[in-house]
């Protein structure tokens, strides 16, 4: 069965970088695009972009656009997002989540991984 | 960018009732754009309804999506006690860009 399972908790000071990994089983890695999407403490749900888990081609939110990297390993299927100058604000649970088949909705997410942003 | 809406913000009903949900977007959406998640606390989302109104794989039928243009629908034909959760609507837009509804909360009154 389709599963992504992703790294744990983190804590990180203001203006530093956080790394959080996606590995994938249960199907073809390269076949989906991975996304990720992440939930600060009582808000809603906010996209931050995808990867072509394929050829790498990736799109990003305008708001994460300066700060965010989405890469991955083909050879791990495993999805990374890093997030760099991390503020206060950024404290929040990611997610990865797999494109479905019809392309326009998320059908497996990970479990997420919560990133504290704390001096 | 097409920005989301959803109402109410919270849904106080008891286990056997109707839910309707509403989530309406400022702009049209193309039906095959929108989705609806159920997430509880601690969990990560769970994909209910693609296209508007198809359950995902393994979604019971007492939930139904509905709704076109700017106005879509979740209905939860009888609540059941693992069904108190958070729901949001999703659209697929332009540029490949997603965005999610601010929720609605169903909890027991």
């Known amino acids: 069965q389709v599963q992504l399972v992703q790294s744990g908790a983190e804590v990180r000071k203001p203006g530093a970088s956080v790394r959080v990994s996606c590995k994938a089983s249960?199907?073809?890695?390269?076949?989906?695009?991975m996304h990720w999407v992440r939930q600060a403490p009582g808000q809603r749900l906010e996209w931050m972009g995808w990867?072509?888990?394929?050829?790498?081609?990736?799109k990003y939110s305008q708001k994460f656009q300066d700060r965010v990297t989405i890469t991955r390993d083909k050879s791990a299927s495993t999805a990374y997002m890093e997030l760099s100058s991390l503020r206060s604000e950024d404290t929040a649970v990611y997610y990865c989540?797999?494109?479905?088949?019809?392309?326009?909705?998320?059908?497996?997410w990970g479990q997420g991984t919560l990133v504290t942003v704390s001096s | 960018e097409i920005v989301l809406t959803q109402s109410p913000g919270t849904l106080s009903l008891s286990p056997g009732e109707r839910a309707t949900l509403s989530c309406r977007a400022s702009?049209?959406?193309?039906?095959?754009?929108l989705a609806w998640y159920q997430q509880k606390p601690g969990q990560a989302p769970r994909l209910l309804i693609y296209?508007?109104?198809s359950r995902a794989t393994g979604i019971p039928d007492r939930f139904s999506g509905s709704g076109s243009g700017t106005d879509f629908t979740l209905t939860i034909s009888r609540l059941e006690p693992e069904d108190f959760a958070v729901y949001y609507c999703?659209?697929?837009?332009?540029?490949?860009?997603?965005?999610f509804g601010p929720g609605t909360k169903v909890d027991t009154k």
């Open positions: 249960g199907y073809t890695f390269t076949s989906y695009d």
């Open positions: 990867i072509n888990a394929g050829n790498g081609g990736t």
């Open positions: 999703q659209q697929y837009g332009s540029s490949s860009i997603f965005t």
């Open positions: 702009q049209s959406v193309g039906s095959s754009s």
């Open positions: 296209g508007a109104s």
């Open positions: 989540a797999r494109l479905g088949a019809q392309g326009r909705n998320l059908d497996y």
